[in-house]
């Protein structure tokens, strides 16, 4: 019989859709009944793919610094209204970060430099965007993370009331 699996770190990627509380909550809960601690992560898509699509009126290290500078100030406010529902679930640490590049490549090197042991993420973004963009990054995600992937979607799971 192999060794049970220990969740000590639980890895979720969020990206400030509708569905994002959701997503952190279910894993805020998740992490508390494990006793393991909450690591959000949100990744600015990297815009070096789309610069042949516009002309920026800045230049691009601008352009990205001030998209990581507001997705910071966004996480921040995120975690905040969070901090109740975390705090209830038990859960010991959260810690939150903002990255740029490709999201599903960003979220599992996060998860392999961090020792992730789960990574909980929703299966549906943004709507609108859902099959183009959240759906691949989950599928991307799921077949190379180093760890489990407990994919929700948040239009099935039950909503706490």
Do not use: W
């Amino acid at each position: 019989m192999g060794k049970i699996m220990e969740v000590k770190k639980v890895i979720t990627p969020i990206d400030f859709s509708d569905n994002s509380k959701l997503i952190a909550e279910s894993a805020g809960y998740l992490a508390g009944k494990f006793g393991a601690s909450l690591h959000l992560i949100f990744v600015v898509q990297n815009f070096e793919d789309y610069s042949g699509f516009f002309v920026p009126q800045m230049s691009m290290p601008n352009l990205e610094q001030d998209l990581i500078a507001g997705a910071e100030e966004k996480m921040a406010s995120f975690c905040a209204d969070l901090e109740e529902s975390f705090t209830r679930a038990g859960i010991g640490e959260v810690t939150h970060q903002v990255s740029m590049g490709d999201v599903a490549e960003q979220i599992v090197e996060f998860a392999t430099t961090t020792k992730g042991d789960m990574i909980v993420m929703g299966t549906h973004g943004y709507k609108g965007l859902e099959k183009i963009m959240f759906g691949s990054v989950a599928d991307k995600v799921v077949r190379s993370a180093p760890c489990p992937v407990l994919t929700i979607n948040p239009y099935t799971c039950c909503k706490a009331e």
